[in-house]
Protein backbone atom coordinates (compact mmCIF):
# COMPACT_ATOMS: atom_id res chain seq x y z
CA UNK A 1 0.00 0.00 0.00
CA UNK A 2 1.44 2.93 -1.14
CA UNK A 3 -0.72 5.49 0.85
CA UNK A 4 -0.96 6.00 4.97
CA UNK A 5 -3.93 5.01 7.00
CA UNK A 6 -5.42 5.34 10.13
CA UNK A 7 -3.09 2.50 11.66
CA UNK A 8 -0.17 2.15 9.13
CA UNK A 9 2.50 4.20 7.14
CA UNK A 10 2.66 3.54 3.77
CA UNK A 11 5.33 2.58 1.57
CA UNK A 12 6.33 5.88 0.22
CA UNK A 13 6.21 7.47 3.90
CA UNK A 14 8.26 4.63 4.63
CA UNK A 15 11.01 4.78 1.82
CA UNK A 16 11.22 8.86 3.01
CA UNK A 17 11.81 7.91 6.09
CA UNK A 18 14.43 5.47 5.62
CA UNK A 19 16.13 6.91 2.97
CA UNK A 20 16.32 10.38 4.37
CA UNK A 21 17.26 8.73 7.67
CA UNK A 22 20.34 6.85 6.39
CA UNK A 23 21.68 9.89 4.59
CA UNK A 24 21.31 12.03 7.71
CA UNK A 25 23.38 9.07 9.70
CA UNK A 26 26.12 8.86 6.61
CA UNK A 27 26.51 12.73 6.54
CA UNK A 28 26.61 12.79 10.47
CA UNK A 29 29.62 10.54 10.26
CA UNK A 30 31.11 12.22 7.13
CA UNK A 31 31.15 15.31 9.01
CA UNK A 32 32.75 14.11 12.30
CA UNK A 33 35.52 12.46 10.61
CA UNK A 34 36.39 16.07 8.24
CA UNK A 35 36.35 17.46 11.53
CA UNK A 36 38.81 15.11 13.16
CA UNK A 37 41.17 15.25 10.15
CA UNK A 38 44.10 17.55 10.10
CA UNK A 39 44.65 20.05 7.14
CA UNK A 40 47.65 18.77 5.60
CA UNK A 41 48.95 18.04 1.75
CA UNK A 42 48.80 14.47 2.71
CA UNK A 43 44.66 14.87 3.72
CA UNK A 44 43.75 17.79 0.94
CA UNK A 45 42.62 15.17 -1.56
CA UNK A 46 40.68 13.08 1.09
CA UNK A 47 39.21 16.01 2.67
CA UNK A 48 38.01 17.48 -0.80
CA UNK A 49 36.03 14.05 -1.86
CA UNK A 50 34.76 13.37 1.64
CA UNK A 51 33.38 16.98 1.97
CA UNK A 52 32.19 17.23 -1.29
CA UNK A 53 30.06 13.98 -0.80
CA UNK A 54 29.25 15.34 2.56
CA UNK A 55 27.52 18.70 0.49
CA UNK A 56 25.80 16.55 -2.06
CA UNK A 57 24.00 14.14 0.19
CA UNK A 58 23.17 17.20 2.53
CA UNK A 59 21.42 18.87 -0.62
CA UNK A 60 19.74 15.46 -1.37
CA UNK A 61 17.95 15.61 1.97
CA UNK A 62 17.00 18.70 1.64
CA UNK A 63 15.19 17.85 -1.55
CA UNK A 64 14.05 14.51 -0.22
CA UNK A 65 12.86 16.98 2.62
CA UNK A 66 10.32 19.08 0.77
CA UNK A 67 8.89 16.34 -0.95
CA UNK A 68 8.39 14.26 2.41
CA UNK A 69 6.77 16.76 4.01
CA UNK A 70 4.55 17.91 1.00
CA UNK A 71 3.66 14.13 0.95
CA UNK A 72 3.22 14.30 4.39
CA UNK A 73 0.95 17.12 4.30
CA UNK A 74 -1.48 15.23 1.59
CA UNK A 75 -1.69 12.25 4.18
CA UNK A 76 -3.57 11.08 7.03
CA UNK A 77 -0.75 10.32 10.27
CA UNK A 78 -1.61 7.11 11.93
CA UNK A 79 -2.97 7.29 15.16
CA UNK A 80 -0.95 7.24 18.43
CA UNK A 81 -0.93 3.96 19.40
CA UNK A 82 -1.08 5.22 23.38
CA UNK A 83 -3.49 8.10 22.82
CA UNK A 84 -4.12 8.22 26.90
CA UNK A 85 -0.29 8.65 27.20
CA UNK A 86 -0.67 12.82 26.59
CA UNK A 87 2.79 14.01 28.07
CA UNK A 88 4.48 11.19 25.85
CA UNK A 89 2.77 11.38 22.49
CA UNK A 90 3.24 15.15 23.15
CA UNK A 91 6.84 14.68 23.45
CA UNK A 92 7.16 12.57 20.46
CA UNK A 93 5.54 14.82 18.16
CA UNK A 94 7.62 17.60 19.15
CA UNK A 95 10.23 15.87 18.29
CA UNK A 96 8.53 14.69 14.68
CA UNK A 97 8.26 18.39 14.16
CA UNK A 98 11.96 19.12 15.18
CA UNK A 99 12.72 16.56 13.11
CA UNK A 100 11.29 18.43 9.76
CA UNK A 101 12.88 21.47 11.07
CA UNK A 102 16.16 19.84 11.11
CA UNK A 103 16.29 18.23 7.48
CA UNK A 104 15.56 21.55 6.11
CA UNK A 105 17.61 23.80 8.12
CA UNK A 106 20.74 22.19 8.58
CA UNK A 107 21.04 21.51 4.74
CA UNK A 108 20.15 24.49 3.77
CA UNK A 109 22.00 26.62 6.53
CA UNK A 110 25.13 24.20 4.76
CA UNK A 111 24.56 25.17 1.57
CA UNK A 112 24.26 28.80 2.99
CA UNK A 113 27.84 28.33 4.35
CA UNK A 114 29.34 26.89 0.79
CA UNK A 115 27.63 29.36 -1.26
CA UNK A 116 28.96 32.18 1.14
CA UNK A 117 33.15 31.07 1.14
CA UNK A 118 34.73 30.02 -2.37
CA UNK A 119 36.98 27.02 -3.13
CA UNK A 120 36.47 24.50 -1.20
CA UNK A 121 35.19 20.93 -2.04
CA UNK A 122 32.40 21.49 -4.48
CA UNK A 123 28.90 20.15 -4.42
CA UNK A 124 28.76 16.96 -6.91
CA UNK A 125 25.29 18.31 -8.26
CA UNK A 126 24.11 19.68 -11.34
CA UNK A 127 22.07 22.91 -9.63
CA UNK A 128 25.44 24.13 -9.41
CA UNK A 129 27.58 25.59 -6.16
CA UNK A 130 25.43 29.09 -5.12
CA UNK A 131 22.11 29.70 -3.95
CA UNK A 132 20.33 32.81 -5.51
CA UNK A 133 20.87 36.75 -3.83
CA UNK A 134 23.21 34.35 -1.05
CA UNK A 135 26.71 36.51 -1.57
CA UNK A 136 30.42 35.96 -0.89
CA UNK A 137 30.82 37.22 2.52
CA UNK A 138 33.07 35.99 5.67
CA UNK A 139 30.03 37.30 8.23
CA UNK A 140 27.55 35.60 6.49
CA UNK A 141 29.52 32.19 6.09
CA UNK A 142 30.36 32.65 10.07
CA UNK A 143 26.25 32.66 10.68
CA UNK A 144 25.12 29.94 8.45
CA UNK A 145 28.20 27.75 10.43
CA UNK A 146 26.77 28.37 13.32
CA UNK A 147 23.31 27.84 12.14
CA UNK A 148 24.34 24.29 10.92
CA UNK A 149 26.50 23.79 14.27
CA UNK A 150 23.68 24.56 16.38
CA UNK A 151 21.30 22.57 14.14
CA UNK A 152 24.05 19.34 14.19
CA UNK A 153 23.59 19.46 17.95
CA UNK A 154 19.62 19.76 17.86
CA UNK A 155 19.78 16.84 15.64
CA UNK A 156 21.79 14.66 17.75
CA UNK A 157 19.35 14.91 21.02
CA UNK A 158 16.10 14.64 18.54
CA UNK A 159 17.44 11.54 16.58
CA UNK A 160 19.24 10.07 19.95
CA UNK A 161 15.61 10.64 21.76
CA UNK A 162 13.78 9.27 17.99
CA UNK A 163 15.72 5.95 18.06
CA UNK A 164 15.29 5.81 21.90
CA UNK A 165 11.49 5.96 22.05
CA UNK A 166 11.55 3.83 18.76
CA UNK A 167 13.17 0.99 21.15
CA UNK A 168 11.42 1.48 23.81
CA UNK A 169 8.38 0.93 22.11
CA UNK A 170 10.34 -2.75 20.25
CA UNK A 171 11.89 -4.23 23.22
CA UNK A 172 10.33 -3.21 26.10
CA UNK A 173 6.27 -2.78 25.42
CA UNK A 174 6.44 -4.74 21.50
CA UNK A 175 3.27 -2.87 20.74
CA UNK A 176 3.80 -2.50 17.05
CA UNK A 177 5.45 1.29 17.01
CA UNK A 178 8.43 0.52 15.19
CA UNK A 179 7.33 -2.65 12.87
CA UNK A 180 4.60 0.43 11.71
CA UNK A 181 7.23 2.10 9.89
CA UNK A 182 9.45 -0.13 9.10
CA UNK A 183 7.73 -3.20 7.83
CA UNK A 184 3.94 -1.33 7.64
CA UNK A 185 1.73 -3.26 9.87
CA UNK A 186 -0.80 -1.93 11.66
CA UNK A 187 -0.41 -0.67 15.37
CA UNK A 188 -3.45 1.26 17.75
CA UNK A 189 -7.10 1.84 16.97
CA UNK A 190 -8.84 3.61 13.99
CA UNK A 191 -9.87 7.01 15.60
CA UNK A 192 -8.18 6.99 18.62
CA UNK A 193 -6.61 10.82 18.25
CA UNK A 194 -4.44 11.99 20.87
CA UNK A 195 -6.36 15.02 22.97
CA UNK A 196 -3.57 17.25 22.03
CA UNK A 197 -4.34 19.94 19.87
CA UNK A 198 -2.73 19.15 16.33
CA UNK A 199 -1.37 22.72 16.52
CA UNK A 200 0.88 22.57 19.49
CA UNK A 201 3.68 20.40 18.41
CA UNK A 202 4.40 21.94 15.43
CA UNK A 203 4.39 25.21 16.84
CA UNK A 204 6.26 24.12 19.89
CA UNK A 205 8.99 23.10 17.09
CA UNK A 206 9.01 26.39 15.34
CA UNK A 207 9.62 27.38 18.42
CA UNK A 208 12.46 25.68 19.33
CA UNK A 209 14.25 26.40 15.38
CA UNK A 210 13.44 30.04 15.96
CA UNK A 211 15.58 29.99 19.21
CA UNK A 212 18.17 27.77 17.59
CA UNK A 213 18.43 30.53 14.44
CA UNK A 214 18.05 33.28 16.31
CA UNK A 215 21.02 33.27 18.49
CA UNK A 216 22.88 31.92 16.07
CA UNK A 217 22.32 34.96 14.32
CA UNK A 218 21.98 37.27 17.23
CA UNK A 219 23.59 36.38 20.05
CA UNK A 220 27.12 36.63 21.43
CA UNK A 221 29.69 36.69 18.66
CA UNK A 222 33.13 37.05 18.48
CA UNK A 223 34.61 40.56 17.39
CA UNK A 224 34.39 41.09 13.18
CA UNK A 225 35.82 38.67 11.23
CA UNK A 226 39.64 39.41 10.52
CA UNK A 227 38.86 38.66 6.89
CA UNK A 228 36.28 41.22 6.72
CA UNK A 229 37.85 43.70 8.98
CA UNK A 230 41.41 43.56 6.96
CA UNK A 231 38.99 44.77 3.48
CA UNK A 232 38.78 48.03 5.87
CA UNK A 233 41.22 50.70 4.96
CA UNK A 234 44.36 50.39 6.67
CA UNK A 235 47.89 51.76 6.84
CA UNK A 236 48.74 50.78 10.63
CA UNK A 237 52.23 49.38 10.89
CA UNK A 238 52.87 46.13 13.04
CA UNK A 239 56.74 47.57 12.01
CA UNK A 240 57.80 50.87 10.23
CA UNK A 241 58.98 50.18 6.98
CA UNK A 242 62.49 51.11 5.74
CA UNK A 243 62.76 54.46 5.30
CA UNK A 244 63.84 55.23 1.38
CA UNK A 245 67.21 56.77 1.01
CA UNK A 246 66.28 59.12 -1.81
CA UNK A 247 66.18 63.25 -1.29
CA UNK A 248 62.82 62.52 -3.78
CA UNK A 249 59.15 63.78 -2.12
CA UNK A 250 58.59 61.43 1.01
CA UNK A 251 54.86 60.72 0.20
CA UNK A 252 52.71 59.03 3.41
CA UNK A 253 49.94 56.14 3.04
CA UNK A 254 46.55 57.37 4.52
CA UNK A 255 44.84 54.17 3.98
CA UNK A 256 44.88 50.99 1.48
CA UNK A 257 44.45 47.39 1.35
CA UNK A 258 46.85 44.53 0.04
CA UNK A 259 45.04 41.56 -0.81
CA UNK A 260 45.73 38.06 -2.39
CA UNK A 261 43.69 35.20 -4.83
CA UNK A 262 44.60 31.74 -4.60
CA UNK A 263 42.77 29.05 -6.75
CA UNK A 264 41.90 26.48 -4.57
CA UNK A 265 39.71 23.42 -6.21
CA UNK A 266 39.43 25.73 -8.98
CA UNK A 267 38.11 28.46 -7.35
CA UNK A 268 39.54 31.94 -6.38
CA UNK A 269 39.77 32.13 -2.89
CA UNK A 270 40.52 35.71 -1.97
CA UNK A 271 42.58 36.57 1.38
CA UNK A 272 43.85 39.77 3.02
CA UNK A 273 46.81 41.33 5.08
CA UNK A 274 44.86 43.57 7.83
CA UNK A 275 48.31 45.11 8.56
CA UNK A 276 51.30 46.33 6.94
CA UNK A 277 53.09 49.75 6.08
CA UNK A 278 54.66 51.02 3.06
CA UNK A 279 57.67 53.95 2.73
CA UNK A 280 57.39 55.89 -0.15
CA UNK A 281 59.62 58.61 -2.10
CA UNK A 282 58.21 59.51 -5.51
CA UNK A 283 59.15 62.90 -7.78
CA UNK A 284 56.16 63.20 -10.05
CA UNK A 285 57.94 64.94 -12.35
CA UNK A 286 60.51 61.89 -13.35
CA UNK A 287 58.37 59.55 -12.49
CA UNK A 288 60.69 57.80 -10.47
CA UNK A 289 61.08 57.07 -7.37
CA UNK A 290 61.15 54.27 -4.79
CA UNK A 291 58.92 52.29 -2.22
CA UNK A 292 60.16 49.89 0.94
CA UNK A 293 56.75 47.77 2.36
CA UNK A 294 56.82 45.81 5.81
CA UNK A 295 54.17 43.27 5.30
CA UNK A 296 52.57 41.69 8.98
CA UNK A 297 52.08 38.18 7.59
CA UNK A 298 50.17 37.13 11.22
CA UNK A 299 47.37 39.54 9.78
CA UNK A 300 46.53 37.24 6.69
CA UNK A 301 43.04 35.90 6.39
CA UNK A 302 41.60 33.07 3.62
CA UNK A 303 38.35 32.72 3.96
CA UNK A 304 37.90 29.28 5.83
CA UNK A 305 41.34 28.21 5.11
CA UNK A 306 43.33 31.30 7.26
CA UNK A 307 44.61 28.53 9.67
CA UNK A 308 45.99 26.33 7.04
CA UNK A 309 47.35 29.30 5.17
CA UNK A 310 49.41 30.82 8.01
CA UNK A 311 50.65 26.66 8.73
CA UNK A 312 53.74 25.70 8.04
CA UNK A 313 53.05 24.69 4.56
CA UNK A 314 52.50 27.98 3.83
CA UNK A 315 53.21 31.21 5.23
CA UNK A 316 54.59 29.53 8.66
CA UNK A 317 53.39 32.48 10.52
CA UNK A 318 54.52 31.38 13.61
CA UNK A 319 58.48 31.53 12.12
CA UNK A 320 58.32 34.42 9.31
CA UNK A 321 55.78 37.02 10.91
CA UNK A 322 56.83 39.62 8.19
CA UNK A 323 57.51 39.81 4.69
CA UNK A 324 58.90 42.79 3.14
CA UNK A 325 59.14 44.34 -0.74
CA UNK A 326 61.28 47.16 -1.63
CA UNK A 327 62.41 48.08 -4.97
CA UNK A 328 62.58 51.61 -7.84
CA UNK A 329 59.34 53.28 -8.97
CA UNK A 330 59.73 53.52 -12.63
CA UNK A 331 56.99 55.30 -14.80
CA UNK A 332 57.14 52.97 -18.05
CA UNK A 333 54.40 55.53 -20.51
CA UNK A 334 53.52 58.76 -20.69
CA UNK A 335 50.26 58.31 -18.58
CA UNK A 336 49.32 56.71 -15.93
CA UNK A 337 51.22 53.45 -16.24
CA UNK A 338 54.35 52.78 -13.80
CA UNK A 339 56.30 49.63 -12.45
CA UNK A 340 58.38 48.51 -9.14
CA UNK A 341 60.98 46.06 -10.24
CA UNK A 342 61.54 44.78 -6.71
CA UNK A 343 62.51 41.94 -3.92
CA UNK A 344 60.16 40.46 -2.38
CA UNK A 345 61.35 38.36 0.82
CA UNK A 346 58.97 35.72 2.12
CA UNK A 347 59.25 32.66 4.26
CA UNK A 348 63.25 33.24 4.35
CA UNK A 349 63.39 33.63 0.41
CA UNK A 350 64.23 36.52 -1.52
CA UNK A 351 62.58 36.60 -4.97
CA UNK A 352 62.63 39.38 -7.99
CA UNK A 353 58.76 40.23 -8.30
CA UNK A 354 57.58 42.95 -10.48
CA UNK A 355 54.74 44.96 -9.63
CA UNK A 356 52.68 46.96 -12.04
CA UNK A 357 50.67 49.96 -11.20
CA UNK A 358 48.97 53.15 -12.26
CA UNK A 359 48.87 56.13 -10.46
CA UNK A 360 46.73 58.81 -10.90
CA UNK A 361 48.16 62.93 -8.60
CA UNK A 362 45.64 65.65 -7.78
CA UNK A 363 47.52 68.23 -6.40
CA UNK A 364 49.35 66.44 -3.37
CA UNK A 365 47.36 63.66 -3.15
CA UNK A 366 48.41 60.13 -5.26
CA UNK A 367 46.18 57.16 -6.12
CA UNK A 368 47.50 53.71 -7.16
CA UNK A 369 45.89 50.38 -7.89
CA UNK A 370 48.46 47.47 -9.37
CA UNK A 371 48.81 44.05 -9.11
CA UNK A 372 51.77 41.12 -9.37
CA UNK A 373 51.45 37.59 -9.87
CA UNK A 374 53.89 35.21 -8.21
CA UNK A 375 54.40 31.60 -7.96
CA UNK A 376 54.53 29.90 -4.68
CA UNK A 377 56.89 27.54 -5.49
CA UNK A 378 59.49 30.14 -5.71
CA UNK A 379 58.92 30.40 -1.66
CA UNK A 380 58.55 26.81 -0.94
CA UNK A 381 55.24 27.01 -0.35
CA UNK A 382 53.05 23.89 -0.50
CA UNK A 383 55.31 21.89 -1.31
CA UNK A 384 53.18 18.99 -0.65
CA UNK A 385 50.68 20.26 -3.52
CA UNK A 386 52.93 18.83 -6.21
CA UNK A 387 49.82 19.94 -9.17
CA UNK A 388 47.56 22.36 -8.94
CA UNK A 389 44.20 20.23 -8.66
CA UNK A 390 44.02 21.32 -4.73
CA UNK A 391 46.13 25.00 -5.06
CA UNK A 392 47.41 26.81 -7.82
CA UNK A 393 50.27 27.61 -8.48
CA UNK A 394 49.68 30.92 -9.49
CA UNK A 395 48.89 33.70 -6.40
CA UNK A 396 47.60 37.47 -7.52
CA UNK A 397 48.73 40.07 -4.99
CA UNK A 398 46.60 43.43 -5.29
CA UNK A 399 47.30 46.69 -3.79
CA UNK A 400 45.60 49.99 -3.74
CA UNK A 401 46.24 52.97 -1.92
CA UNK A 402 46.11 56.68 -1.29
CA UNK A 403 49.33 58.52 0.00
CA UNK A 404 49.57 62.68 0.42
CA UNK A 405 52.62 64.32 -0.27
CA UNK A 406 54.65 65.10 3.32
CA UNK A 407 55.04 68.48 4.09
Known amino acids: MLANTDTRYGLIARLFHWVIALLILTDLALGLIGENTPRTADTAEFLKTLYSVHKTIGVSVLFLAVLRILWALTQPRPVPVHPARRAETLLAEVIHWALYGAIIVMPLSGWVLHSAESGFAPILWPFGQNLPFVVKSETLAQTAGAVHGLSALVIYLTVGLHIAGALKHAVFERDGVLA ?95 TWSAAIAYDPGAGTGEVSVTIDTTSLTLGSVTAQAQGPEFFNTATY ?77 DVSLTATRAP
Open 180 to 274: RMLQGRDAGTPGQRATTPHAVPPLVAIVLWAGVIGFAVFGPKPPMPEAEAAQMPTSAPVATAAVPTSDLPAWTVQEGSLGITVMQMGAGVEGRFA
Open 321 to 397: ASATFAGPITRTGAGPDHQVAGMLTLVGQTVPVTLDFTLDLAGDTATMAGQATLDRRDFGMGAGYADESTVGYSVTV
